[in-house]
């Protein structure tokens, strides 16, 4: 005896200690299919427990009529109760864990279940006198009772016992076809808001809801609805605040649209049969109806769309190439697109590849891809394809009719290929097919419409057709080059991205027009400061607007360079080097130290060439012109030259052209030519404008000199 | 131990620990059922296999951000009663305390305007819209027009964030990027996510790098700006005297190299590497095919106006965006710079108009004539609305408009979406939504959801908690839905 209970109180405790394993990690455990089939013995074993613990009790308390052999009778069945429970709660948890039970029930069952066996593991291992064993074992039996129950709950279902006496047996809610406005959309809201007060049991006011004959009925205060009388309506529509409002103040209300919706369907008689779909789309009743179906059916449970069997995911992972993507439309739908990309590296066996996933293709995009005629016969087998797109393929249409064979294809897109309308007569008997769209293909917008008179049932969409009067402005030439400054053999490069539009263009002159002006033929030669405007030309276009671009010459670029004058504080740029640095700023944006600001003082910059003297015969200031923000070109530009900076003699002085009205903002240069010289050291002097222009309505302010670089050719 | 506790317990140290024993070794067994249970814990998020939740609407999504905010009042919301109004002072009862930018906080007045522009209905939908759109208008039986949109901030800057990332302070993943991580890419030769720049002539605003972010997310997911250049990404051509033929061969030696490395150290990135690297060889054939518009027939050009010829034009941008979300890239960003009209706005607002609406309208004609629309969304807006009152001094033929995030229209065309349907309402004033209206975080939602997604479900771990495109609110507009 002392060895079983031994054994058993040991084994006790090891059970104990896995249920309580399994209770931490329980969402984190895998069960092998063996451990299942343990845990499937629990609706066996639990009945040992439940006889053993009941015999147990019973005996406790009838004790006075085994006085001989009644300590050892009672521990054996204790012991013996503690470790059936606990087996039984280890593999009820292993079951739980399949899952497919309602969590309510299974969160007592398992709770009472895991305390029983505790309690019982309590009962074996403290020795307890008579007065307290006693009541705990009545509370054991308590709780196995209130475990079976939930447990019984759980396999035979809540109304089991009871079931029979019930009148009426519930269906699921399902939304088919034949669904009525009744049972689609009445039925829930009552479900939700006044069934837990008018059912069979409680029916409030003598008024049950439960079932159609009840409604129709009505409660002690008679019927709901009578012609165009609703005493339902007029409970619904009292304040919330008085007595006989439905539903009560404290209760779950009515939304607008819900009680809109019962008015309407009242109003129009109240009838029971009427179908969801016998109503027209645009019906208000309908239209009603369905955001309460919306509300109360399409919960976050979204229903797969393709009945049919998935492919296996590895043969659909073996198919997806860089050129080839094949991926599962959804998680919840079998259904697989196809995508081709990158013609170069297509091959037409790509296609015969997917004969593995034939079944699940409901969608290809083959656009661009080099697939001709004979390559369409490929699909016949796709039978559940639905939208085959050949944009832009080398498909004539010579084959179309083999496309009659796939029974669901719904949609076929050949736009950019070079099929022609009678080649369409292929789809006359079709009766899949619904869009096929023809845009930029032999099919013109009157064939279009012939399409449409012969095949109505299919929308032929032939896209969109230019108005052939409207006249547009071509845009105007690309600049190929970089930036303003041209590097030492760089030529000055323009493009224009329409096929056969012609450019024009002048160096420093006056606006091209179509007849005027250099046509653009090759790269320019540009090697002084130079505007150049260009325009282009293409028939059946209205001419572009002029580009201008202007260009500065890199040329020889100074050694060091000094400044005599102070640019203002904000505007410091980096010092003297900025003016040869070869970066250029932004026509508009001076914080940026490409920048050197002056306004107060004129600037005055020397610039030497200390090892090889370059022959010099102009030289430029590049400078900003924004009249918005008062940077005006130099009122005066002088170029002095000589050994040094004490030697210098002035080459030569020139004052730009200052604007008369507003012009927009960019960077210019003012351009000065020097008799050709070799000096070692130049002195610039640009001096700032004193008195701004009159247009520019501002005739105490000066004008600001900006300039990023000076260029010595 | 105490002996009378002993006794009563009924077990000595030798039991105790004899039971401890036995404790131990059915503990150890039960470990055996847990297989994660010394592996760290593995986030579920990793296991997102680039699969909708649900059969999807649309496939990809451009998104052609007007950047500064467009005045609604002056495109797509019409409003009669400010026209009457025009010059009489905003009634308080309109405003109810809505606070001002510190542009209009000094004003005295709040002078109601009504728009320069003449509004028509277009379509079979009879959906108004205003003379600067006459493309648009020629489609308007293709749109879907939420003029309840709303915003909870009033400058540029975090509203604009606000709009792409799901917040107003930066840092968090743009929608291109959710979508990426979401979806995946579905073109294994272009990124998922790519973004085009545009200025337009009016007054503009800025765009920066952190609004095509992948914040948390794994950096793939980043938007790749595509440039107006030669080049359109930048670093992807073969250095100056390498051709394809030796660069396939360096490829292949340092795939040799890193996979070694891979198998030394196991780090991932190393193999995600390897495939960057091929992603670049392979985007090297892709993508002087996409910047060459010379194969577009004539008439694509006359559609999207000659513009497109320019590159870096909001119509060129546009164009490339079809090629783009043609070549299956998930999500195509536009940012279209110069709407913010606080002042001369008659004089800006066309010019605007015209460069933006024939490109916009030429997208969504041309997805369609290719039968890419039903799975393409297309969405046109800004960042908010404009006030209906004045900003500065009300002339007689120009005026202003501030920023005003309480009510503002967008457009949305295509997968999924209900065609030529305008959703919300605001009020007379064109002030306050007073029907239906719809958050930010609303409008993620449907986006979201049109692509398949369960925007509740679409999260990543990052710093201790779960985030979302619509964080912790969002309902998904399902009227709006087809």
Redesign the interface.
């Known amino acids: 005896m002392e060895l079983f209970k031994k054994t058993i109180?040991?084994?006790v405790?090891?059970?104990?200690?896995?249920i309580v394993?399994?209770l931490v990690?329980e969402n984190?455990?895998?069960?092998?299919l063996w451990?299942q089939s343990v845990g499937r013995v629990h609706p066996l074993m639990l009945h040992l427990p439940i006889g053993l613990l009941l015999i147990t009790t019973l005996i406790a308390f009838g004790q006075r009529w085994f006085t001989e052999s009644y300590k050892e009778l009672f521990s054996f069945l204790l012991y013996l109760s503690a470790f059936t429970a606990s087996v039984s709660a280890l593999m009820g948890m292993v079951l739980s864990l399949e899952g497919g039970y309602n969590e309510g029930d299974l969160l007592f069952h398992k709770w009472f279940g895991i305390a029983l066996s505790f309690m019982c593991w309590f009962l074996i291992?403290?020795?307890l006198s008579p007065k307290i064993q006693r009541p705990a074992l009545l509370a054991a039996t308590l709780v196995l009772v209130v475990t079976g129950h939930f447990g019984a709950n759980l396999t035979h279902g809540e109304d089991f016992i009871f079931g029979p006496l019930a009148q009426e047996v519930k269906s699921e809610r399902v939304l088919t076809d034949s669904s009525t406005v009744f049972t689609a959309a009445i039925e829930p809201i009552l479900e939700a808001k006044c069934y837990s007060c008018h059912n069979e049991q409680k029916a409030k006011g003598k008024l049950i809801l439960t079932s159609q004959a009840a409604i129709a009925k009505g409660g002690k205060n008679g019927v709901l609805w009578k012609g165009d009388e609703s005493l339902l309506m007029d409970r619904l529509n009292l304040p919330i605040d008085h007595k006989k409002h439905m539903p009560p103040k404290d209760k779950a209300q009515l939304t607008d649209d819900e009680l809109d919706f019962i008015q309407t369907w009242i109003l129009r008689g109240g009838n029971f049969e009427t179908k969801v779909n016998s109503l027209p789309a645009t019906d208000t009743l309908r239209l009603l109806a369905s955001k309460i179906i919306?509300q109360y059916h399409n919960q976050?449970h979204?229903k797969?769309?393709y009945s049919f069997a998935s492919a296996p995911a590895d043969k659909i992972e073996e198919l997806n190439t860089?050129?080839r993507?094949v991926?599962?439309?959804?998680?919840?739908?079998p259904?697989l697109?196809v995508?081709f990309?990158?013609r170069?590296?297509f091959d037409s066996k790509f296609i015969d590849e997917l004969k593995s996933v034939k079944d699940q293709v409901v969608a290809i995009n083959l656009?661009k891809m080099p697939i001709s005629d004979a390559d369409l016969n490929k699909f016949k087998s796709f039978t559940n394809l639905e939208?085959l797109?050949l944009?832009q393929t080398d498909v004539e249409g010579k084959t179309l009719a083999v496309l009659n064979a796939l029974p669901n294809l719904k949609?076929?897109?050949l736009?950019?290929t070079k099929v022609k309308a009678g080649e369409l007569s292929a789809f006359e008997k079709n009766r899949s097919l619904r869009?096929v769209?023809l845009?930029?293909t032999g099919v013109g917008k009157q064939e279009e419409t012939t399409l449409q008179q012969r095949m109505a049932h299919i929308r032929w969409?032939?896209?969109?057709?230019?108005d052939e009067k409207?006249k547009?402005?071509?845009?105007?030439p690309?600049l190929?080059n970089d930036g303003q400054v041209l590097k030492r053999g760089e030529r000055v490069s323009y493009k224009?991205?329409?096929?056969g539009a012609v450019i024009r263009y002048v160096v420093n002159g006056e606006m091209p027009d179509s007849v005027s002006g250099d046509i653009y033929k090759d790269e320019i030669n540009i090697d002084r400061y130079a505007i150049v405007k260009s325009k282009a030309f293409k028939d059946g276009?209205l001419s572009?607007n002029v580009s201008e671009h202007i260009f500065f010459p890199e040329g020889v670029k100074p050694d060091r360079a000094t400044l005599l004058t102070k640019p203002e504080d904000r505007y410091m740029g980096e010092g003297a080097s900025t003016l040869i640095d070869n970066r250029k700023g932004m026509p508009d944006f001076y914080r940026d130290p490409v920048w050197m600001g002056f306004r107060n003082q004129n600037l005055e910059a020397l610039f030497y060439f200390d090892k090889n003297i370059p022959e010099i015969s102009n030289v430029t200031l590049s400078y900003a012109r924004n009249i918005y923000a008062m940077c005006m070109p130099p009122s005066e530009i002088q170029v002095w030259g000589g050994d040094d900076e004490k030697n210098l003699k002035l080459l030569a002085s020139y004052k730009p052209e200052q604007p008369k009205q507003y012009v927009p903002t960019r960077i210019e240069g003012a351009d000065i030519a020097i008799p050709p010289s070799k000096f070692k050291c130049y002195k610039l002097v640009a001096k700032t404008l004193t008195k701004l222009p009159e247009f520019r309505k501002a005739p105490k302010e000066k004008g600001w000199l900006m300039v990023d670089e000076v260029f010595f050719n | 131990m105490n002996e009378f506790l002993e006794?009563?317990?009924?077990?000595n140290r030798r039991h105790f620990l004899?039971?401890l024993s036995?404790?131990?070794?059915?503990?150890a067994?039960?470990?055996l059922?847990?297989?994660?249970?010394f592996n760290g814990k593995e986030d579920e998020s990793l296991a997102l296999?680039?699969?909708?939740?649900?059969?999807?609407k649309a496939?990809r999504i451009i998104y052609l951000f007007q950047n500064g905010a467009p005045s609604q009042l002056e495109s797509f919301d019409y409003k009669p009663m400010l026209n009457k109004m025009h010059g009489q002072e905003l009634p308080a009862s309109v405003r109810m305390g809505q606070r001002l930018t510190g542009m209009t906080s000094g004003q005295k007045n709040f002078p109601l305007v009504g728009s320069y522009f003449k509004f028509q209905q277009h379509g079979q939908s009879g959906s108004w819209i205003s003379e600067l759109f006459p493309h648009m208008a020629k489609i308007a039986d293709e749109l879907c027009f939420i003029k309840s949109m709303h915003t909870e901030a009033i400058n540029h800057d975090p509203a604009l964030t606000f709009m792409q990332t799901g917040a107003q302070q930066g840092n968090r993943p743009s929608m291109g990027a959710w979508l990426s991580y979401g979806l995946g890419s579905?073109?294994?030769?272009l990124p998922a996510f790519c973004v085009l720049l545009s200025r337009g002539r009016g007054n503009g605003q800025g765009v920066y790098s952190k609004l095509w972010t992948n914040g948390f997310l794994d950096s793939v997911h980043q938007g790749v700006q595509f440039s107006s250049g030669?080049e359109p990404v930048l670093y992807l051509n073969n250095p100056t005297g390498t051709d394809r033929e030796s660069r396939r061969r360096m490829l292949d030696k340092l795939s040799e190299l890193n996979s070694i490395g891979h198998e030394t150290f196991g780090d991932p990135e190393i193999t995600a590497r390897i495939q960057q690297y091929?992603?670049a060889y392979?985007m090297q054939?892709?993508v002087p095919e996409l910047a060459d518009?010379?194969k577009e027939?004539?008439?694509i050009?006359?559609?999207y106006?000659?513009?497109?010829?320019?590159?870096g034009s909001y119509a060129a941008n546009c164009l490339l965006a079809r090629k783009l979300s043609?070549?299956?890239v998930r999500f195509v960003q536009l940012y279209h710079q110069g709407w913010d009209q606080h002042g001369n706005l008659t004089g800006e607002m066309p010019l605007q108009a015209q460069d933006a609406d024939r490109a916009s309208a030429?997208l969504v004609?041309?997805l369609?004539?290719?039968?890419?629309l039903d799975e393409t969304v297309v969405i046109w807006g800004g960042e908010f609305g404009r006030t209906n009152y004045c900003q500065g001094d009300l002339g007689d033929k120009n005026y202003g408009r501030d920023h005003h995030p309480r009510a503002y229209t967008i457009w949305m065309a295509g997968g999924g979406v209900k065609k030529g349907f305008t959703y919300g309402e605001t009020d007379e004033f064109g002030y306050n939504v007073i029907k239906d209206p719809v958050h930010v975080n609303d409008f993620h939602a449907t986006i979201l959801h049109l692509m398949?997604l369960?925007h509740e479900k679409l999260t990543f771990k990052h710093l201790g908690r779960r985030y979302r495109l619509t964080d912790v609110a969002g309902r998904v507009v399902?009227p709006v839905i087809a």
């Open positions: 109180s040991y084994s405790v090891a059970l104990q200690v896995l394993i399994l990690f984190q455990l895998s069960i092998p451990l291992s403290v020795s919306d976050p979204v797969s769309i860089p050129y993507t991926f599962r439309i959804a998680a919840n739908e259904a697109q995508d990309f990158l170069e590296a656009s939208k797109i944009n949609m076929l897109s736009s950019g869009e769209y845009w930029n969409d032939t896209g969109y057709h230019p409207e547009m402005r071509l845009s105007p690309i190929r224009h991205n329409l096929p276009w572009s | 006794n009563r317990l009924g077990i004899g039971k036995v404790g131990l070794g059915s503990a067994l039960g470990s059922l847990i297989p994660g249970l296999a680039g699969i909708p939740d649900f059969a999807p496939k579905e073109n294994k030769n030669e091929e992603m392979r054939t892709a518009i010379s027939p004539d008439h050009i006359k559609m106006g000659p513009e497109c010829l320019v590159p043609e070549s299956g030429a004609m041309d369609k004539q290719r039968g890419l398949g369960d399902k």
